[in-house]
């Protein structure tokens, strides 16, 4: 009649962010007892976790979900072997990655409004994206102009909505973005 979730994570397989802060990956894996809800394994960078399990941080959330209808083992078995390959594998591939979301998406800032606001990224209205770019700061985020700057401001902006719903939608926003970041 209970839910459980485990964390899991490499401390001694971290990447550095395009700022050069630390990032550890990290997995939680949940799952209802009686089959009620999904089995789900989401993946993720973070900065640090305390000893409740507050994960502070965490950027880059990626998620598998199998729904416990008919034999789900085969999908959970793939989901390990992904699981497996994402903590073990080497750093090589993010850094790349954070190196592509460093780009410059423009030199000033409604340079960068037109460019981001061009990619009809729903969840992003023209004055979210204004807000956000305004809301970076540099030292934390990297700069406003780049796509990893950019959407550190987006998370920040989405913190002050009121509702849980809102700032998952802008959130959402700021991960296409991120996904987006090869067309600059």
């Not at 089959?35 to 993720?44: E, R, S, T, V």
């Not at 305390?50 to 416990?68: D, K, P, V, Y």
């Not at 540099?138 to 009121?162: C, F, H, K, M, Y």
């Not at 719903?165 to 970041?181: C, Q, S, T, Y």
Request: proline content about 3%.
């Amino acid at each position: 009649d209970h839910d459980m979730f485990a964390f899991l994570m490499t401390p001694d397989r971290m990447v550095m962010d395009p700022v050069g802060r630390e990032l550890y990956r990290g997995i939680i894996a949940i799952n209802s007892e009686v089959g009620a809800a999904a089995l789900k394994i989401m993946a993720f960078y973070f900065r640090d976790v305390c000893g409740n399990f507050i994960i502070w941080g965490a950027e880059q959330i990626a998620e598998i979900s199998l729904r416990h209808v008919g034999d789900i083992r085969k999908g959970w078995q793939n989901a390990q072997v992904s699981v497996r390959k994402y903590l073990d594998g080497a750093a090589s591939l993010e850094t790349a990655k954070f190196e592509e979301l460093s780009r410059i998406i423009a030199g000033n800032k409604d340079d960068v409004l037109d460019k981001v606001f061009g990619l009809r990224i729903p969840e992003l209205s023209r004055k979210l994206i204004s807000e956000s770019y305004d809301a970076v700061v540099p030292s934390e985020d990297g700069a406003p102009n780049t796509v990893w700057g950019l959407a550190q401001g987006i998370t920040r902006v989405s913190q002050r909505e009121q509702f849980a719903d809102e700032r998952n939608k802008i959130d959402r926003g700021a991960g296409k973005l991120l996904a987006a970041a090869a067309r600059f």
